[in-house]
């Protein structure tokens, strides 16, 4: 195969085997969220004891996946058909479509390096809420229609933060390729700029609605949110894109704050990068099903109030420090290497420092005046 | 070449399509929903002309701003989330408007008169000119700064509006 066709062909094979990917990756991950879930509330998670689901139960995702293709898909009367079946589809489909820019090694591991990587990931992700707006729209039940009501709130306010901490390593780096961001990571950015990675981190949790963000399919308060009516695959498709989406953004955050595929050896054996790119995504992954396991949920005002009353500001505030620290550095002659990284890593931790201490008299505050007015509730 | 027009053509079809069913479907939930179609066939011909940029900002900017917002004002209008609720039906004047809004579009678009070469080379550092244009002095500064200073004003008139008083 030579010229075009054969380019074609390769490009084509290439998207298919990147979109497999995550959907194999996913079958494990649920099973190791499950055992470690398990292990976090003194039980076993699944076992292999009387089943035929392999050593320490491995292969139960792909039992309980077949189990599911059996299911009978139901859909309600009265709900809006084509509406109802395109919003699973939507879903998976938006999930996927990140990995088209998802860098797992330095060359030829990546469907397509787009000079706008960071930019394409935020934009693919906008069309996430619609999935949401449309099957809860489309269920024609109360439940389905609160917690796409919650989940469009909650997702368009997080995004704002999301954003503005994305924009700090692509700030960093002037580029918005995957590529080039990885590439300039010397220093994993999460020790350059840890306040930026640290609200990524938060909004990512809420974006993904992994508890304590979990408001929109609540179990204990809406049955499961937006997709209440959904049996059978179609039910498994929400499932899936949701563990997809948990895949995807500590993907995300390992390329963006702790190096991508940037490891030892990965010069010699350039397949590499994607065993240290797993490893690092593995690692937060395994952040967030350890808040899984040990947050309770929030309320949807304190979850929306905590967006606008600390994420965004805060966002706003360390793009501003980052940039006027990183011009006044380069102005003083320090624009490149470990100088430049700890002169960061100090404006960080001194806003960090000031952000604590704001925080904290204004909580004296709300507290003082909290017991002025309620003479005996709030002294006790 | 030739299956560059045939995928354009495609795409044209799929986005006129969706503009149509904006207009005539009769539940307004739907009606957005294909707004939405139609953005996205906008974002697949900026990237049939190789501008990923332009396809970016149509996706994040119609589809994750403008659309949410129109979806989000159904949700919180009464009885907009109803699955029986309909359109209004003031046709006649919102045509009247919409087709002398087409007829000015038209004239002017064929009075530019467009470049006849095949297609220009994308310049290298498109992205970065395009950036650089928008902060220099000698490009865009003074609009890129008013544009912001009219966004903090409409941001400031919507807090005094949602205030509780």
């Known amino acids: ?257 702790l190096g991508g595929w940037r490891g030892p050896w990965v010069d010699q054996v350039p397949w590499l990068g994607a065993v240290w790119l797993m490893a690092k995504a593995l690692l937060v992954f395994n952040v967030l099903v350890l808040f899984w396991a040990a947050m309770p949920r929030l309320r949807i005002d304190q979850v929306l109030a905590f967006n606008w009353k600390f994420m965004v500001p805060l966002g706003l505030v360390e793009l501003v420090t980052v940039a006027i620290a990183d011009k006044t550095m380069e102005s003083l002659g320090v624009a490149q290497g470990w100088e430049r990284s700890a002169g960061l890593l100090v404006a960080n931790l001194v806003l960090g420092l000031a952000i604590v201490g704001v925080l904290s008299l204004v909580g004296r505050e709300a507290k003082r005046r909290r017991s002025f007015r309620r003479p005996g509730v709030g002294a006790a | 070449m030739f299956a560059g027009q045939v995928v354009f053509l495609i795409i044209a079809c799929l986005m006129l399509g969706a503009a149509v069913r904006v207009v005539t479907s009769r539940r307004i939930f739907h009606a957005a929903l294909w707004l939405i179609g139609s953005f996205f066939c906008v974002a697949v011909i900026y990237m049939l002309l190789e501008s990923p940029f332009m396809a970016g900002i149509q996706l994040f900017i119609y589809i994750g701003g403008i659309a949410v917002l129109t979806v989000i004002a159904i949700m919180v209008t009464k009885g907009g989330m109803h699955p029986d609720s309909h359109t209004l039906g003031n046709g006649w004047s919102a045509a009247i408007v919409s087709i002398s809004l087409f007829i000015v579009m038209a004239w002017t678009i064929t009075q530019l008169g467009f470049p006849n070469e095949p297609g220009m080379p994308v310049a290298e550092e498109g992205l970065a000119l395009l950036g650089a244009a928008l902060v220099d002095p000698g490009g865009y500064l003074v609009p890129f700064e008013v544009v912001s200073v009219m966004l903090m004003v409409v941001l400031i008139g919507s807090l005094y509006l949602g205030r509780e008083r």
Do not use: H
């Open chain 1, 1 to 257: 195969m030579t010229g075009l066709g054969g380019e074609v062909i390769r490009t084509l094979l290439g998207a298919f085997a990147m979109a497999l990917f995550p959907l194999v990756v996913v079958v494990f991950l649920i099973w190791e969220a499950r055992k470690v879930i398990g292990r976090m509330q003194d039980r076993l998670g699944p076992t292999n004891a009387g089943t035929y689901a392999g050593p320490f139960a491995l292969f139960q995702t792909v039992a309980d996946g077949i189990k599911i293709l059996t299911k009978e898909l139901i859909i309600p009367t009265g709900a809006d058909r084509g509406v109802f079946v395109a919003a699973p589809i939507l879903v998976v489909t938006v999930a996927i479509a990140v990995w088209a820019v998802i860098p797992l090694g330095p060359t030829g591991l990546q469907v397509v390096d787009l000079d706008i990587g960071a930019f394409y990931v935020v934009a693919i992700s906008a069309l996430a809420p619609f999935s949401m707006i449309m099957a809860g729209w489309s269920s024609r039940n109360k439940y389905a229609e609160v917690g796409a009501f919650r989940a469009v709130s909650q997702i368009v306010g997080y995004e704002i933060p999301q954003v503005l901490a994305l924009l700090i390593p692509v700030l960093l780096t002037g580029s918005l390729s995957l590529q080039d961001i990885i590439r300039a990571q010397d220093i994993a950015f999460i020790f350059v700029v840890p306040l930026a990675a640290f609200s990524f981190l938060i909004a990512c949790v809420a974006e993904v609605g992994r508890l304590p963000f979990e408001l929109a399919e609540a179990d204990s308060e809406i049955v499961a949110g937006y997709f209440t009516e959904y049996s059978g695959m179609m039910f498994g498709a929400f499932y899936l894109g949701e563990f997809i989406n948990n895949l995807t953004v500590s993907v995300i955050f390992s390329v963006l704050f």
